[in-house]
């Protein structure tokens, strides 16, 4: 069982990386049970990522992360104290939300078994903005008795895209139980189109006493590619307008007049800003080195708080990207270069990072010009004329034949799967 009323904050243990298992489903992949989730798994710990986001709304993805950490090697290699498990509750279908007592209840216990764990770290009460403020109260509440009194739970948050409903939340949570929420996690609301996140929602939810606002979905939900908008299973669902994918048509352009791809600089202008810009609400947690087998500490790279991202990948190719970008973006932070060394890594690797940091920098601000009107452009959500289908307490099974939307997902573009002996620079 673990640990009742955690003595220490979120901030001071979350991992600064997250791995998104939202794409562990029908939307982004055909058949999700034909991925290769566990060898995955595997390589995210030889990389050192200690935590893994999840929820019974991604279709089989509860199900398939837990077979994925109930390994011989994850248990080997990863003790269940060592990794955060992170999953949310409320949401059942695109149309469907039931942020009842009773079906918190079911849904936690059900969320217990699939991940084979005796307790989840964190839980987020799952798009928050398609219900009514009353509903998420009542669902806190429960999550809060849940964690008091059964242990199952260590911390507990919301998420959702609307920042004014994030907002308003925190701070009715604060005001009406005097116990503030521990975490935030907002997608597609800091990244090379939107930095909302950053200008407005940080001073609002630290002063609603928000510990930890993750960062998800640094490229919008797959918006912010070459070959734009993913269509999958479930068609054309992206709700971004024919305007935005214009104007991202036209950013894309621009990045490949510069012998860049748009997605390549959103993912690291999002990571690496939101280190810096995301801190006040970050966390202490040890980062993913990026190097195989090599543990690394929040010491190593200055010892302050760092703004937490959560990545989905769906494929080794995606996740060997993402770990390169990843490793270069720390080797800029305090100390750099010494941990550089003492690696055994090439000595000029931190002055490298800093040198692509203001590469990106230079192609995000051209982004921005050639997104032009759209920047800071948000959709709206729930879509107008929205109706939750649920019966507010009926407790109906949930199919689990039918595909799912995804906000929390920014899959890379497909391409061919590496070698399994190929090797790749880190950088």
Not at 302 to 311: A, E, I, P, Y
């Amino acid at each position: 069982m673990g640990p009742r009323h955690p003595k220490v904050p979120l901030s001071s243990v979350l991992p600064p990386l997250v791995f998104g298992t939202a794409t562990f489903n029908y939307q982004y992949n055909k058949d999700p049970y034909e991925l290769d989730t566990k060898g995955l798994v595997q390589k995210a710990v030889e990389f050192g990522i200690r935590a893994f986001d999840t929820s019974p709304y991604y279709g089989p993805s509860e199900e398939i992360l837990g077979d994925a950490l109930d390994t011989d090697f994850v248990r080997r290699y990863l003790p269940r104290e060592e990794y955060f498990l992170i999953t949310k509750c409320g949401r059942i279908a695109s149309d469907e939300f039931d942020y009842s007592p009773e079906w918190v209840r079911q849904s936690i216990a059900r969320s217990l078994q699939r991940l084979k764990s005796s307790y989840l770290d964190l839980v987020y009460c799952h798009d928050v903005e398609f219900v009514s403020e009353e509903e998420v109260l009542e669902a806190i509440i429960e999550l809060r008795r849940i964690r008091d009194e059964e242990g199952s739970i260590r911390y507990i948050g919301i998420s959702g895209y609307p920042l004014p409903v994030l907002c308003s939340l925190a701070h009715r949570v604060l005001k009406e139980t005097g116990e503030p929420l521990d975490a935030v996690m907002s997608y597609s609301n800091f990244t090379v189109q939107n930095t909302l996140l950053a200008t407005q929602g940080v001073k609002e939810l630290k002063a609603a006493g928000v510990d930890v606002v993750p960062n998800a979905s640094p490229l919008s939900m797959g918006l912010l590619r070459r070959e734009g908008v993913p269509v999958g299973s479930m068609g054309n669902w992206h709700p971004s307008s024919n305007g935005l994918r214009t104007a991202v048509k036209r950013a894309s352009d621009f990045c490949d007049r510069h012998d860049e791809k748009l997605e390549v600089v959103a993912i690291r202008f999002a990571l690496e800003q939101w280190l810096r810009l995301g801190a006040e609400v970050g966390s202490r947690g040890d980062p993913a080195s990026g190097v195989p087998w090599q543990r690394e500490s929040n010491e190593q790279v200055g010892g302050t708080r760092l703004g937490v991202s959560v990545m989905g990948v769906s494929k080794l190719s995606e996740l060997e990207k993402t770990m390169q970008v990843w490793r270069s973006i720390l080797d800029g932070l305090e100390n750099g270069e010494e941990t550089a060394r003492r690696a055994g890594r090439w000595k000029r690797d931190h002055e490298w990072s800093l040198n692509r940091q203001r590469a990106v920098q230079i192609l995000a601000d051209g982004i921005v010009e050639h997104l032009d009107e759209y920047v800071d452009y948000v959709w709206d959500s729930p879509p107008k004329g929205f109706v939750n289908k649920r019966a507010r307490k009926e407790l109906q099974p949930v199919a689990q034949d039918e595909p799912w939307l995804t906000p929390a997902a920014s899959p890379l573009p497909d391409e061919p799967p590496l070698p399994a002996d190929a090797t790749l620079p880190l950088r």
